[in-house]
């Protein structure tokens, strides 16, 4: 660690000799107060039983020399008692979290360090950061980047997976090249690009993949491979107003754990298409999305010994409506590296300045086994002083496959909602939303209501009840409540909430995973300099 603390701060001060170039930062505090609440299943852990608090940070800086083309970074991660990777196992570690170095000499681009990057889509790969979710699998090692011409660009790396302070064992190298077939006519555009990935398994993670396929009966037994290959073929058409991306994916035979466990060779294959159609003038406007996803046992991670999100190669989003609102957002679709067929159409109408309609539509299954289907529709009406919100949710979800609770029906809810936000002056305004949830299944049926009060632009104030007002899992109706103030100086937020928060799949940008309940007060601070 000192080794590499003296190369950045020579390569910092090298840097500032030859150009004087400019430095920025930024920095996001988290802690969090744990208050034991048996009602919502809030205890039974360090946290609640011992600890009573736990925090973790990033304090990131960066130089940038354009002149010279030269960015160095470099992130300190802290972690005391924190709840973040694993919910409910406290983790305790600091260190250096990142740290890179980059250099452009004409047109070819050097990094060196933690590099987060993307093939395509990232269906094949994509090394990226995900702090709520406490993803961070950025690739320890080298990327070189090329520009061929004005139109097209090849990348080519190599490294290990970042495993917190530490990197995975096996090896990953690929290579992508993209870029766009120039025609006559402006407005045709074609930009192709293809991928590929080798990972190369390590002596010790091979060792304990023999071992377990030791121990199954002879019919079961396979001989595991050290390498994995995969590659993808994509392309975006765009016709006017119409544009549609295509991408196929494949990957060679390798040992996976298929829905039992137990370890299979399997290949696997990714199809994923979009289509869409946007037409505006002004003040008006429609637009209509198609996307569909074919998924067959396409798992990408370093070894098939690494489970939930941890060594995770690529990114499989949920192909389903993202939602914000607090009951909408309910029951949310894991993507299903195993196995799916996904697809949604997206439709928004603005048949007039200030007036929206959006309606989507998502559905997801496997072979003959539905898991996961959701209506959507809202109206928004936007005017000087107001913004109104209604619409509705139908949602069908496989408890059973999601959440990995058997024997458990169908969830089936329905949820209307409204939304209002109202300016009183050109400071203050307010915000109220009211959400109804009925459902026969898991927890039962909802209220929620929330009131934000904003005085702009640097206080903030709400409150917020979940109320399980029809219980299927408790003896009581229980109440979920939040308590927000927020407070924003110059480019600084401070943030401080009490929240009592139940068990459920949390999702961030279409990446989910399952969240034990939460009793306690969180604050926060973010800043940027």
């Known amino acids: 660690m000192r080794k590499i603390l003296s190369v950045l701060c020579i390569v910092f001060s090298t840097g500032f000799v030859y150009g004087q170039g400019s430095f920025s930062g930024d920095l996001q505090l988290n802690t969090e107060f744990y208050q034991s609440d048996s009602a919502i299943g809030a205890t039974g852990t360090a946290h609640y039983d011992n600890l009573l608090s736990g925090a973790y940070g990033w304090l990131s800086t960066y130089y940038r020399n354009e002149p010279i083309g030269l960015e160095i970074g470099v992130r300190l991660d802290i972690f005391n008692n924190a709840n973040l990777h694993n919910p409910g196992i406290p983790y305790t570690d600091a260190g250096i979290g990142r740290w890179y170095i980059s250099k452009k000499i004409d047109a070819l681009t050097i990094t060196g360090g933690h590099i987060y990057s993307q093939f395509g889509s990232g269906i094949v790969y994509r090394s990226y950061e995900e702090r709520p979710l406490g993803i961070d699998n950025a690739l320890f090692g080298m990327e070189i980047d090329y520009a061929l011409n004005e139109n097209w660009t090849v990348k080519v790396l190599g490294g290990q997976m970042k495993d917190l302070f530490s990197r995975f064992d096996p090896i990953i190298k690929g290579a992508t090249i993209e870029g766009m077939i120039p025609t006559e006519n402006q407005q045709i555009v074609i930009a192709p690009g293809a991928t590929f990935l080798n990972r190369t398994m390590d002596q010790d993670n091979m060792d304990i993949i023999v071992g377990q396929i030791n121990s199954y009966d002879l019919e079961d ?90 060594g995770i190669m690529d990114y499989l989003p949920s192909l389903t409506k993202q939602n914000s609102l607090r009951l909408t957002a309910r029951y949310q679709a894991v993507a299903q590296e195993l196995g799916e067929l996904a697809y949604q159409v997206n439709a928004t109408f603005t048949p007039k300045k200030g007036y929206t309609f959006n309606a989507n539509y998502s559905n997801v299954s496997n072979d003959s086994l539905d898991l996961f289907q959701e209506i959507f529709v809202d109206f928004e009406m936007r005017k000087t002083k107001y913004k109104l919100l209604l619409g509705g949710q139908l949602i069908n979800y496989n408890q059973e496959v999601y959440e990995n609770e058997p024997d458990r029906p169908m969830v089936q809810t329905i949820t209307p909602f409204a939304e209002l936000t109202y300016k009183f002056d050109r400071k203050k305004s307010m915000r109220v939303e009211l959400q109804y949830q009925q459902c026969e299944q898991d927890y039962g049926s909802w209220v929620y209501g929330l009131l934000e009060y904003n005085i702009a632009p640097k206080w903030s104030f709400a409150v917020s009840d979940m109320w399980n007002y029809e219980p299927l899992r408790t003896e009581e109706a229980l109440h979920y409540y939040s308590i927000f103030t927020g407070y924003t100086h110059k480019s600084s937020r401070f943030t401080l909430n009490y929240v009592k928060q139940i068990a459920g799949i949390v999702c961030t940008g279409g990446v989910c995973r399952y969240e034990p309940a939460f009793s306690g007060l969180k604050a926060g601070l973010v800043t940027t300099f």
């Open 221 to 310: 037994r396979f001989v595991p491979k050290y390498n994995m290959y995969a590659g993808s073929i994509f392309n975006t058409l765009t016709v006017k107003d119409v544009s549609w991306y295509v991408e196929y994916a494949k990957k060679s035979s390798e040992a996976i754990n298929d829905i039992t466990g137990q370890l299979v060779d399997e290949d696997g294959s990714v199809l994923y298409t979009s289509l869409s159609y946007s037409t505006s003038k002004i003040g008006k406007g429609f637009g209509v999305t198609g996307q569909l996803r074919m998924v067959d046992n396409w798992v990408m991670r370093t070894s098939p010994n690494e489970t939930l999100l941890d």
